[in-house]
């Protein structure tokens, strides 16, 4: 990064606790470098000028084992582990007193479900860079070599502060398919992140969930490697844009547990090798490549019986050596302890420690005291059983991503006040609303019940145990404190004085039996059923009834793995009986995972998938419902009809999954909806299919071309799907797989020709000695609005 002048304590205001052997603000700045060990010379590391590697050998050779260890473990912010806010003359006796890999989630406002951690440096926007600004200067002036902190944060569902940029769900943002407006979220991210301080985010999640039952589905961008790689590497490539690292979640084979098990469980994957670098490694190798980024945090389950974090496999000889990665390892929190306490391959922790440094995690990252981690391996270099070359490795990789981020150049936020602009709400509500609508699947819509005509209908029920929630939008891993507009608020909003909307919760999202009632069926309660009378009597009234029904953020999320997929608790009897009084019913989902929602798919006219959106879910909702907006998603994962199909899921092995013999076979077949799918309130057509060359010789690419034209009388997105089979293989690959997608915005009558590129990766297989290579042979090109819908097919011929 090019050099920058250093601005040296106008910002600086608050710290009392500064040596008096440097003055603040002297003979340390100088200009456009920083005396960061204070001995009055521009040493090597310093110097902005000199190449990374040379500043990363300089740095090294002048630090200390104490210095060393300090850089392979993050400390957990205020609130967390740390009990300052700001620095205090007791840092002096804390282990980061010769420094620190990172610190986490400081003063950010975190949530979990219920908790939030307010406090005068989260906001105003500007407070919150001052107090990170004042921190960095106590880690620049105070410790002997002055090494920079880098400030991490999570960010997938925007970025984890108060008052940020809300983001819909990541597997709401997966039903987008819209790669421009996925990198310009990671840009947001990014630009708040810079402006408060932050400088490495935690995201992307590139998990490939296979297994719905799954909680931490709703964190995926959904079950399809190509989507998810495509998808992630416009986030990390947005995020990164802002000089701001992008750390990739969660390495590796983590979305798989045994069962679809989370909580405690979380070990056990089975996927066999091949899958496992088809679909769950695919992700990670395509975004590291491609956008380089500078962090990945390693996963806390086993594959094979190898616990990942304690994987020379899995962390280096993959991770670095196969997919080129430069950056920096983290640990998922409790990874390093699993590999004693759960996985039971280290007879005590001090063993974990050495066996995870072995393997190649560089910084070691929980919610206990650093000094847990620091202090293990410093004896256990002293005892040599770990090398200084093995140590100096692991802190070389983090210095560099401080060097190349700049921290060593400008370690500053240069304009605190520029925070409060950057953060303003008014700057990025039109993307919120964008994100939201875009984030939409229309699952049904008989005899085009939808679009809703708000001139003749004088009184909506709006119903459902979710509509007039808001606490699903809030996840521990977004914003916090922010404004959101429920489903019911939207609607009432939307039809203002043009129509009466009333409201009747009608049941809660679980019943009082609930798990158990997930297996065990009981009577209502006469509580129950008198919430659900006083709905249906309302219903009997209106001229339309908008349910929204689905899962909080009690029931889908990390740790929170179900056994079915139907609808909670007693949201199915108050269907039902919202059916029963023959008034138009709209079905509003709010999710987090594919539901079995067979009965509404039979009989309920209009089913509208939200999964879990952020602040401007109401008025998204409301647009789209009365016709203002078009629905243009498309799932990102298929919805199986019941769990006794998982694995249900897409790409599939041929003959795996479908074709089963009708009459001979006691299963259900089929999906309820299948990957890729969504309609629209217009119709689209395709034509003209051009595949060129016909024939290639293996290294080069084919282009496809298709037109697509909206038929209907409404402007629209239809996403443009490309799937390719490769016809004969020397391995069995899947039935085929999706290579390509575009989403577009056609006018009525307009047609657009979308083009597509097929790379030789797009074509190649893993070869049977565990290569990707592209075979000989015939492909066969598909373009369709679905994996179930191939509206258009063609072929070409590979060559030696």
Not at 98 to 106: K, M, P, T
Not at 192 to 199: N, P, R, S, V
Not at 241 to 253: D, G
Not at 305 to 329: D, I, M, N
Request: one cysteine or more; glycine letters at 8%.
């Amino acid at each position: 990064m090019t050099a920058k002048k250093i601005i040296p304590a106008v910002f600086l205001l608050t710290i009392g606790s500064l040596s008096q052997a440097q003055e603040p603000g002297k003979n340390i700045y100088n200009g456009d470098w920083i005396d960061f060990n204070k001995n009055g010379k521009k040493d090597l590391y310093e110097d902005p000028s000199k190449p990374v590697e040379k500043r990363v050998r300089d740095l090294l050779a002048q630090m200390t084992l104490e210095e060393k260890t300090c850089q392979t473990a993050t400390l957990y912010g205020y609130g967390r582990v740390l009990k300052d806010k700001q620095p205090t003359p007791e840092w002096k006796n804390e282990i980061w007193k010769d420094g620190i890999a990172n610190i986490d989630e400081q003063l950010n406002g975190v949530q979990g479900h219920r908790t939030f951690i307010a406090n005068e440096y989260t906001y105003p926007h500007s407070k919150h860079a001052e107090a990170i600004n004042n921190i960095q200067r106590w880690f620049v002036e105070e410790t002997r070599l002055g090494i920079p902190v880098d400030f991490s944060n999570e960010g997938i569902h925007g970025l984890t502060h108060d008052r940020a940029t809300p983001l819909p769900a990541p597997i709401a943002i997966g039903s987008t398919w819209n790669k421009q407006l996925v990198y310009e979220a990671g840009t947001i991210v990014g630009r708040e992140a810079k402006a408060l301080g932050y400088t490495n985010i935690y995201a992307p999640i590139l998990d490939v969930a296979r297994d719905p039952r799954w909680g931490r589905t709703v964190e995926t961008y959904g079950e399809n490697p190509f989507h998810i790689a495509e998808l992630g590497i416009r986030m990390a490539k947005g995020i990164q844009s802002q000089e701001v690292a992008s750390t990739l979640k969660h390495f590796a084979v983590y979305g798989i547990p045994k069962g679809g098990r989370d909580g405690n469980v979380r070990t056990d994957p089975h996927v066999a090798p091949r899958e496992m670098h088809e679909l769950h490694l695919y992700p990670f190798r395509r975004v590291i490549n491609e956008a380089q980024p500078m962090g990945i945090m390693s996963s806390y389950n086993d594959w094979n019986g190898e616990p990942v974090t304690a994987s020379r496999h899995f962390l280096t000889e993959l991770l670095r050596q196969q997919f080129g990665f430069k950056g920096y390892v983290v640990s998922d929190s409790g990874a390093v302890e699993f590999v004693h306490d759960k996985h039971k391959v280290a007879k005590d922790y001090k063993e974990a420690v050495r066996q995870v440094i072995e393997a190649g995690l560089n910084v070691r990252t929980h919610f206990t005291h650093p000094r847990d981690f620091i202090l293990p391996l410093r004896e256990l270099v002293r005892e040599g059983k770990v090398s200084m070359k093995t140590l100096d490795s692991r802190v070389a990789d983090v210095l560099r991503v401080k060097f190349e981020l700049g921290l060593f150049d400008q370690p500053y936020v240069e304009n605190i006040q520029k925070a409060d602009e950057v953060l303003a709400p008014e700057n990025t509500q039109d993307f919120v609303l964008e994100m939201a609508k875009q984030s939409l699947v229309l699952l049904k819509n008989k005899n085009n019940i939808l679009p809703l005509n708000i001139d003749k209908i004088k009184n909506i029920l709006v119903t459902g145990p979710l509509a007039a929630e808001t606490d699903y939008v809030i996840s521990r891993y977004g914003p916090s404190n922010i404004k959101v507009t429920s489903i019911l608020e939207g609607i009432k909003e939307y039809a203002g004085r043009r129509a009466s909307v009333s409201y009747a919760k009608g049941c809660e999202v679980v019943d009082g039996n609930w798990p158990e009632s997930e297996i065990i069926d009981t009577p209502l309660t006469t509580e129950e059923t008198a919430e659900i009378s006083s709905a249906v009597k309302l219903a009997r009234k209106a001229d339309a009834i908008i349910a929204v029904m689905g899962e909080n953020e009690f029931t889908v999320g990390e740790s929170l793995s179900r056994t079915s997929l139907d609808l909670p608790g007693r949201q199915q009897q108050l269907l039902q009986a919202l059916e029963a009084t023959g008034k138009p019913l709209i079905l509003v989902l709010v999710n987090g995972r594919p539901l079995s929602i067979n009965w509404a798919d039979k009989y309920i006219d209009g089913i509208l998938e939200t999964w879990f959106s952020n602040s401007r879910v109401g008025t998204a909702v409301a647009e789209t419902i009365f016709g203002d907006y078009n629905p243009g998603g498309k799932l990102p994962i298929t919805f199986p009809k019941t769990v006794g199909q998982i694995e249900l899921n897409f790409p599939y092995k041929r003959g795996s999954q479908d074709n089963q013999i009708e009459g001979k076979d006691a299963r259900v077949h089929g999906a309820l909806y299948p990957f890729g799918f969504g309609l629209s309130y217009t119709m689209f057509e395709y034509s003209n299919l051009s595949v060129f060359p016909k024939e290639q010789r293996i290294g080069g690419n084919i282009e496809v071309t298709a037109d697509v034209t909206n038929t209907g009388s409404r402007k629209g997105d239809e996403v443009v799907q490309l799937y390719l089979r490769d016809k004969v293989s020397s391995v069995v690959t899947y039935e085929y797989d999706l290579r390509g997608f575009e989403r577009v915005t056609l006018g009525p009558g307009q047609t657009k020709t979308v083009k597509f590129i097929i790379r030789p990766d797009d074509m190649a297989l893993l070869y049977k000695k565990n290569r990707w290579e592209v075979e000989p042979g015939e492909f066969e090109v598909m373009v369709g609005s679905s994996s179930n819908d191939i509206k258009l097919k063609g072929g070409y011929t590979i060559k030696k």
